[in-house]
């Protein structure tokens, strides 16, 4: 069998790599290069702070899938660093009493799965977690314990070196203007110098531009909404900061890295992203900002190094979209991952292998499917 998977972001890369130890044949196309999207945008955090139950189980097989994928990259593929950091604390703070009756009704979803949390008061948090919180500055925290971070470019090289060492192929800039189609099947993707590509088995795992292709197939599948989003890092600085926080109500998460820089992102600035626009903008800089300097003041002095925007897929449900197309018996889905594909991403990917290499139907993601209402 062979499979022209078509993204190479964490989750093409993800799916393409457990494809290719499945026996499959698989190449990989982009537009542009490795990572380029929401990937690599990504603070890289595997969190197990998700709104809905079943995408908590997925966090947490990813990761235990991604501690496998660590050791493999190590061992078999010459990763010395791996892909995988240390186990840190996350908290989600509440600005509001509102805030913080949202915050508590997804900590019964996250306690559902056997996630310990804790309900604490600022005075707790600048005590026991951040030294340099304004304790003032917020209503109340609730903090779990069960989250990873991750290296971002390791993660995506890694996969694709696992992939290659299996015969993989990988083809940068090379953007898929259009499909041959015939008796309900896809025949071959074409590039825009006509070259075209063919395989047994078409995966579109492109993110957020995977719309344009369902539209360009005419497929009616469930409708996504690209959002706005972006974020900042700073230079590096001594090793001190190991939470990630989070402030839901604003869209809003910050960590140091395992590069020592601190890291800010707004995952949804509310405001569609039809272009799938990347400049850095004045705007989503006072958003992090504020919010970063209101918690923590005295990173008012903190140089900011490089900015970014990005775009990010939405489903309507919170759900990724996985699955089969109805109209193409050839063609399977996977993406619609709103701002958790990193932490979910490895065990979806994982799943939807077998469906495509095996022909398995997977129960536990019949809620994903590409046409449910």
Same mark, same amino acid.
């Given at each position: 069998?062979k499979?022209?998977v078509i993204g190479?972001?964490t ?11 499945k026996?499959?044949d698989?190449e ?8 380029y999207?929401a990937t690599?945008?990504?603070l ?6 998700q709104?809905d ?6 966090a947490?097989?990813?990761v235990?899938?991604a501690?496998?994928?660590d ?5 078999e593929?010459n990763f010395p ?5 240390e186990?840190c ?9 509102r805030?913080?009756e ?9 306690r559902s799965e056997g ?6 008061s ?5 005590e026991?977690?951040?030294p340099w919180v ?5 209503y109340?925290a609730?903090?779990t314990?069960?989250?990873y971070k991750?290296f971002t470019?390791p993660f995506?090289l890694g996969r694709?070196?696992l992939?290659r060492?299996k ?11 259009d499909?041959?189609?015939g ?5 071959a993707?074409v590039?825009e110098?006509g ?9 579109v795992a492109?993110?957020a531009?995977?719309r344009e292709i369902?539209k =360009? /197939?005419?497929?009616?599948v469930?409708? #996504?909404? @690209?959002?706005?989003?972006? !974020?900042?890092c700073t230079?590096p600085?001594?090793?001190?900061f190991k939470p990630?926080?989070t402030?839901e109500?604003?869209?809003?998460r910050?960590?140091?890295t395992l590069?020592n820089?601190?890291?800010?992102v707004?995952y949804d600035m509310?405001?569609d992203?039809p272009?799938?626009d990347?400049e ?13 300097? =209101? /918690?923590f003041?005295s990173?008012?002095? #903190?140089? @900011?190094?490089?900015?970014w !925007?990005a775009?990010l897929?939405?489903?309507?449900d ?10 193409y018996e050839?063609l ?7 701002n ?10 994982a ?6 290499a095996d ?5 536990f993601l ?6 449910r209402?």
């Open positions: 069998m499979v022209l190479s972001g989750i093409g890369t993800s799916v393409s790599q457990e494809l290719a130890d026996g499959v698989v990989i196309y982009d537009a542009k290069y490795l990572g999207g690599s945008r990504s890289s955090v595997f969190s197990v702070q709104r139950r079943r995408l908590v189980k997925l947490l097989e990813s235990e899938l501690k496998e994928l050791r493999r990259l190590k061992e593929a660093i791996g892909i995988f950091g186990r604390p996350h908290v989600s703070v509440a600005f509001t009493e805030d913080y949202i915050l508590r009704d997804y900590s019964e979803v996250w996630i310990d949390v804790k309900d604490v600022p005075g707790e948090v600048k026991e977690l951040l304004d304790e003032n500055s917020f109340r609730l903090v314990y069960d989250d991750a470019f995506t694709v070196g992939m060492m015969g993989g192929k990988v083809y940068k800039y090379r953007e898929i203007k499909f041959d189609t008796g309900g099947r896809i025949k993707a590039m110098d070259h075209k590509a063919d395989a047994d088995v078409f995966v492109g993110g531009k995977s369902a =360009k /197939l005419d497929d009616p469930k409708p #996504i909404r @690209v959002t706005t989003a972006g !974020g900042f230079e600085y001594k090793y001190l990630v926080i402030v109500s604003k869209g809003y910050l960590t140091q590069r820089e601190f890291a800010a707004v509310g405001i992203n272009s799938y990347i850095e903008s004045l705007r989503l800089l006072e958003r992090i900002a504020t919010v970063t300097v =209101k /918690l003041p990173f008012a002095y #903190i140089n @900011v190094l490089r900015q !925007g775009y897929d939405y489903t309507d919170g759900l990724p979209i996985v699955g089969w197309s109805r109209k050839n399977y889905y996977i993406y619609g991952f709103n958790y594909g990193f932490s979910i991403g490895t065990a979806v990917a799943r939807a292998a077998v469906e495509i022909g398995r139907r997977d129960q019949e809620d994903f499917r590409p046409y209402e």
